[in-house]
C-alpha cells in the first residue's frame, strides 16, 4: 500500500532524488506546491529548526505526513558561514553567481579553505509528531577561488574535492547524488524508517 508524502519543497530535483530513494519503501512524493501550499518561513539560526518549520508547515497544510530539508554550506574559518544563509548569502534576490563570488572573496583573506556541505532531513508522520524522524549527511571538501565545471548549482563550481580533484560541478548527477550531503542525509533517513 503506496504512502503519500508532501515535500517541503517545490525544487523537481529534489522530488526526483528523493522518490527514487524512497518509492521502493512504499512512498508517493508530492511537493506543496502541487497541493497549493505555499513555503514556510525559515527564520531560524540552524537547520534543524529550519526543517522541523517547513516539515510542520506541510504537514498542518494538506494533513499528511511531511519531510523537509534544510541545507547549506559551512565554512569554519567563517564560523560556520554562509550557513543556513547560503541561499541568500550576497542577499536579494538570490543569486548562485553573487553568493559564490562573495564567499570566495571572503575567503581570500583566509588560509583555510575548508567547507562542507550540510543537510538535515526531518520526517513528521503528522504536524503535531512528538517524535520526529531526524537525518543527516556532512560533505567535506574545500573551495577554490576558480570555478571549475558546469554541472549542478550553487556553489558546486567551487567545491573542491580532493580525493576526486574534481569539483562537484564535474561530476555526474548520479555520483553527485550517490556522494552528497543530502544522499547521506536521506539514506541515513531511510535506516531509520525502515
Known sequence: MKQTL????????????FSQLLMPLGFELLTQGELGIQEAEEPHATFVENALAKARHAARASGLPALADDSGICVP?????P????????????????????????????ANKSAYYYCVL????????????????????????????????????????????????????????HRSHRGQALRALIEKLT
Do not use: C, M
Not at 519543497?9 to 526526483?16: E, I, Q, T, V, Y
Not at 543556513?84 to 571572503?106: H, I, M, W
Open 6 to 17: 508532501v515535500l517541503a519543497s517545490n525544487n523537481r530535483g529534489k522530488l526526483a532524488e
Open 77 to 81: 574559518a567563517l564560523g560556520g558561514a
Open 83 to 110: 550557513g543556513v544563509q547560503s541561499a541568500r548569502y550576497a542577499g536579494e534576490p538570490k543569486s548562485d553567481a553573487a553568493n559564490s563570488s562573495k564567499l570566495v572573496e571572503t575567503l581570500t583573506a583566509h
Open 122 to 177: 526531518v520526517y513528521l508522520r503528522h504536524a503535531d509528531d512528538p517524535q520526529p524522524v531526524i537525518a543527516e549527511g556532512r560533505w567535506q571538501g574545500e573551495i577554490i577561488a576558480t570555478p571549475r565545471g558546469h554541472g549542478g548549482f550553487g556553489y558546486d563550481p567551487h567545491f573542491y574535492l580532493p580525493e576526486l580533484d574534481k569539483t562537484v560541478a564535474e561530476l555526474s548527477a548520479e555520483e553527485k547524488n
